[in-house]
């Protein structure tokens, strides 16, 4: 089953750097998604957690140059998720309005 993480990113400066940590992230055997957003300093990854781990997407990241702050990386789940999530009952309505960008 497909991960889906917010990985805060330290170091960003340019389209260059985003380039790069996209590349590092891609080359590890089990990811699935990689965008990583200058504006937001930020990853948001999909892997597949039986095939490779949130640590080794760290490692690839600050062998980029970067630094991925693990402790502060959190679930996401896309927008058009989250309605269905509040129905169920299982996300907050301040999540589901957009509280999480």
Do not use: N, W
Not at 1 to 21: A, D, K, Q
Not at 36 to 62: E, N
């Amino acid at each position: 089953m497909t991960e889906l993480v917010r990985i805060p990113i330290e170091g960003m400066t340019c389209t260059s750097c985003v380039s790069r940590i996209t590349r590092a992230v891609r080359k590890i055997d089990g990811i699935e998604s990689v965008r990583v957003d200058l504006g937001s300093d930020s990853a948001i990854v999909g892997f597949d957690g039986v095939r490779t781990s949130l640590a080794a997407i760290g490692l690839a990241i600050h062998g980029a140059g970067y630094q991925a702050r693990l402790e502060a990386a959190t679930p996401f789940v896309p927008e058009a998720h989250r309605g269905l999530l509040v129905r169920l009952g299982l996300r907050g309505d301040s999540a589901a309005a957009g509280g999480e960008h």
